[in-house]
């Protein structure tokens, strides 16, 4: 029986990665550890098809060492065994254990030594979050390396390669992929490179060739995948279209077109889009007006991302009702780019004297920390002092909103502490 392509297309070293360039691009952690071959275990977590298993293959490829792949939760005590006595007779073995957080305390119990003395080099692959699921005598034991979804140029560049590799892949075909098929492929999967090539996989062995070419269409790859495009247009404007919609509705407190085009996002598989957007707005445009709701956002969002679809959309629907209809405010990120501003424009000035680190030898000297006042020993817990240089210390970046309960305490108090300042 074939290999599927995804199989056959894994990295043999880690220059053949795609993506992850925080963990294997040169001068990164894990390319460091074998150019230096000072391999240690290590676990990996992130979502399925982003790479878990391709990084344990290149590791093991660019290493030379044995590589062996099983399954905490449906291999053996005895497996481990089989990998123990090849690791003791033949040297390292690099081990890959997928579902590593279902690891159970006998098999834990045996692996432990044979980690220790570095015969085996594990990999642990999981979705789950390992400072949460992993057993602590294993994750003393390793090091936790986070596995990012692959961004939509990641993924083009994998199908380019499956497309061209003849020995692997589907290089043999010619192949004519349209822009908009190629656009929808990279989006729909959702940062999953494995279902990305078992969509192309299956478009290529099920379309019939025509004059000598196999010819694969938007419509083609939508129902390879599984996921209807937004629109058919070539450049994909209106997948843009749809999330400007999505977040101009909320900030415009519709929440009927807010749903609506959560629906259309949600119809066409775009979860990392949802989420992502969700987040900006939840701090770009509630922002003060409501802080739970931003928090709330966030909870909604590590939900979402853990059920997947179709039961994401649940949390997803509570959390866009709950922006929708929240008190707007920008007044906080307003502020921030108010001073960086002034900071870009040279309104800048020397900090000071009585705010300078005076935590070393000779600071006395150099005046620096003479003079501060700490706010917690005061009434109130706060003391008039000078925090702005001399050249901006009238400067006034926040400039509340007048959004509900939150941001109206916080005027208050803003405007309680600026007519008691005289310095």
């Given at each position: ?13 880690l220059?053949e ?6 963990l294997v691009?040169e001068?990164?952690?894990i390319r460091r550890?074998v150019?230096a ?6 676990i990996?977590?992130g979502?399925?098809?982003?790479g878990?298993?391709s ?18 939760a ?12 090849e690791?003791r007779?033949s040297g ?6 997928d579902e590593v957080?279902r690891?159970d305390k006998?098999?834990?119990?045996f692996?432990l ?11 642990g692959?999981?979705t789950?979050?390992?400072?949460i699921?992993?057993n602590p ?5 390793t090091q936790i390396?986070e596995v990012?979804p ?7 560049v994998?199908?380019?390669q499956a497309l061209?590799?003849?020995?692997r892949g ?8 349209d822009?908009e098929?190629?656009l929808?492929l990279t989006r729909?999967?959702?940062?999953d490179?494995?279902s990305?090539?078992n969509g ?5 062995k099920s ?6 070419n ?5 419509a083609?790859?939508?129902?390879c995948?599984?996921r209807?495009?937004l ?5 994909g404007?209106a997948h843009?279209?749809?999330i400007s ?7 415009g407190?519709?929440v009927n ?7 259309r ?10 989420c992502r957007r969700?987040m900006v707005?939840a701090y ?6 409501n802080?739970p709701a931003?928090?709330?956002t966030v ?13 994401a959309?649940?949390?997803l629907a ?6 929708a209809?929240s008190?707007?405010s ?11 501003a ?10 000071p004297?009585?705010?300078?680190d005076?935590?070393?030898k000779g600071a ?16 109130g817990?706060w003391?008039?002092q ?11 970046y926040y400039?509340?909103k007048n ?5 109206q ?7 309680r502490?600026?007519?008691n300042?005289?310095?």
């Amino acid at each position: 029986m074939n290999k599927p392509l995804a199989y056959r297309m894994r990295p043999r070293n880690l220059d053949e990665v795609v993506g992850q360039r925080h963990l294997v691009g040169e001068g990164k952690i894990i390319r460091r550890m074998v150019e230096a071959k000072m391999l240690s275990s290590m676990i990996l977590y992130g979502p399925p098809g982003t790479g878990k298993t391709s990084i344990a293959s290149a590791i093991a490829g660019s290493t030379k060492y044995a590589f062996r792949m099983l399954n905490a939760a449906t291999d053996t005590k005895k497996d481990l065994q089989i990998v123990a006595e090849e690791a003791r007779m033949s040297g390292t073995v690099i081990l890959l254990l997928d579902e590593v957080h279902r690891l159970d305390k006998t098999k834990q119990d045996f692996l432990l030594p044979h980690l220790e003395n570095g015969r085996i080099i594990l990999i642990g692959a999981t979705t789950e979050n390992p400072y949460i699921s992993i057993n602590p005598a294993i994750r003393s034991r390793t090091q936790i390396f986070e596995v990012k979804p692959l961004s939509e140029e990641d993924i083009e560049v994998a199908i380019n390669q499956a497309l061209a590799d003849k020995e692997r892949g589907l290089g043999e075909e010619t192949v004519i992929l349209d822009d908009e098929a190629m656009l929808h492929l990279t989006r729909a999967t959702n940062g999953d490179l494995r279902s990305a090539l078992n969509g192309l996989e299956l478009a290529v062995k099920s379309t019939p060739p025509d004059a000598g070419n196999i010819h694969l269409t938007l419509a083609i790859i939508e129902e390879c995948v599984q996921r209807k495009a937004l629109t058919h247009d070539k450049k994909g404007d209106a997948h843009y279209d749809v999330i400007s919609a999505f977040q101009k509705s909320i900030r415009g407190s519709d929440v009927n077109a807010a749903l609506h085009y959560l629906g259309r996002l949600v119809e066409a598989g775009d979860l990392l889009i949802i989420c992502r957007r969700l987040m900006v707005i939840a701090y770009e445009d509630v922002g003060l007006g409501n802080p739970p709701a931003a928090a709330r956002t966030v909870s909604a969002v590590q939900a979402a991302e853990k059920l997947g679809f179709p039961e994401a959309r649940i949390p997803l629907a509570n959390a866009v009702i709950d922006l929708a209809l929240s008190p707007k405010s920008n007044s906080g990120y307003m502020a921030l780019d108010a001073a960086i501003a002034d900071i870009r424009a040279g309104k800048s000035g020397e900090i000071p004297d009585h705010l300078r680190d005076s935590h070393y030898k000779g600071a006395e000297e150099l005046n620096r920390g003479i003079g501060y006042q700490y706010p917690h020993d005061a009434p109130g817990s706060w003391v008039d002092q000078q925090y702005l240089p001399n050249k901006i210390k009238r400067a006034r970046y926040y400039e509340p909103k007048n959004t509900g309960k939150y941001e109206q305490a916080l005027a208050q108090q803003y405007e309680r502490i600026n007519k008691n300042k005289t310095t």
